[in-house]
């Protein structure tokens, strides 16, 4: 009987370490979740003033300060300032890098249409790939990668 009890103890132990660890991941992934918010509504923010800019100053438009999306490796980087492509720091545990993919024209745009960078069109966009990093406890570490567009 003393066998069996302590099987038991063990096996519940194990459980209750295996449920802790997937709610560590969890609060990771939710981390990551929620710099790539803070990240899409820094973007549009940023789209928005700089429309705002070149349409008041009649300037070309430019596409929001961001590394090349093809530049960095997200999974050898230490998410530090120590890193040579800067990340933001949205709090300890919520980070986030956003890279510059490229300007493309909307299907809907007319054929004509050319997009670069300095026109103020809302048929064109810049993508830009935004990585996210969470981390949770126990080391659980999560990446989320989304791609993400905004009008000129």
């Given at each position: 009987l003393m066998l069996l009890g302590v099987m038991a103890m063990n096996t519940s132990d194990t459980q209750y370490k295996l449920a802790g660890n997937l709610q560590f991941e969890d609060v990771a992934m939710s981390n990551a979740e929620q710099a790539i918010d803070a990240a899409e509504r820094w973007l549009e923010q940023d789209a928005a003033i700089k429309r705002a800019t070149a349409a008041a100053t009649n300037t070309p438009f430019e596409h929001s300060t961001a590394v090349n999306a093809a530049s960095f490796v997200p999974s050898t980087m230490t998410w530090t300032g120590a890193d040579p492509y800067p990340s933001v720091m949205v709090n300890d545990s919520q980070r986030y890098i956003i890279g510059f993919v490229?300007?493309?024209?909307?299907?809907?745009?007319?054929?004509?249409?050319?997009?670069?960078?300095?026109?103020?069109?809302?048929d064109c966009v810049d993508t830009y790939l935004i990585t996210a990093r969470g981390l949770g406890g126990r080391g659980a570490t999560k990446l989320i990668q989304v791609y993400y567009s905004v009008t000129h």
């Open positions: 490229s300007t493309n024209k909307l299907p809907s745009a007319t054929a004509t249409l050319v997009c670069t960078n300095t026109t103020i069109s809302f």
